[in-house]
Every structure is written in structure tokens, then in C-alpha cells.
């Protein structure tokens, strides 16, 4: 069982930035997709950010230009740089990571919360 423990969350001002990380304990093997969801108060969640294990990304339009998701696959671990954060990225932020082929897996973090306030 493979257990992913995020961190970087907490308070920043409007305009700041943050990073958050999400480590696996385990090797993370075949085709597989990194993701950060998040979700803020009332609001179901919603996906900000995913990488595929070739490389490419999607992002919500919302953190587009702001938000970069990267990967390193020695350290099993996926990260959120977020820049010129806003009151409205106010959220728990949630790592998942999912095989896309068999065996298929699906992992989810604890989730770290993140809230731009000033």
C-alpha cells in the first residue's frame, strides 16, 4: 500500500507564493497520472493540476500561468509551485496519484490546507 504524505501548505498573503509537495512511499510503476485537487468550503473539488507520467500537463483555467506542476520519479514525488496566489485559491489541497493501466491503483493524501489572506 502506498501512503502519499503532502506538505508546504499554510497562510500566505494575496500575491505570495507557495509550494506543496507530495512524497510516495513507494515507487510509483507503469503509465500513471499525478494530480492536485483542492476544495474550498461548499464547492465540491475540483482538479487544479495534473501531470502524466510522459510528461504532459493540464491545468484548471483558473491557475493557468500561475500554477506549474512538476514531477521528479526517482524521489516519487509530485509538486505544486503556486505563484500570485489569491484569496479564491483558498483550499485543502489534495494529492492524487492513479495508475492508468493494471494493476490500477488510486492513492490520495491527507490533504494540506492552503488560505491567502490578508
Not at 25 to 48: C, D, T
Request: glycine fraction near 12%; hydrophobic fraction near 35%.
Amino acid at each position: 500500500q502506498v501512503q502519499l504524505v503532502e506538505s508546504g501548505g499554510g497562510l500566505v498573503q494575496p500575491g505570495g507564493s507557495l509550494r506543496l509537495s507530495c512524497a510516495a512511499s513507494g515507487h510509483i510503476f507503469g503509465l500513471n497520472f499525478m494530480g492536485w485537487y483542492r476544495q474550498a468550503p461548499g464547492k465540491e473539488r475540483e482538479l487544479v493540476a495534473g501531470i502524466f507520467s510522459r510528461g504532459p500537463t493540464k491545468y484548471v483555467d483558473s491557475v493557468e500561468g500561475r500554477f506549474t506542476i512538476s514531477r521528479d520519479d526517482v524521489g516519487n514525488t509530485v509538486y505544486l509551485q503556486m505563484n500570485s496566489l489569491k484569496p479564491e485559491d483558498t483550499a485543502v489541497y489534495y494529492c492524487n496519484i492513479r495508475t492508468l493501466a493494471p494493476p490500477l491503483y488510486d492513492y490520495w493524501g491527507q490533504g494540506t490546507q492552503v488560505t491567502v489572506s490578508s
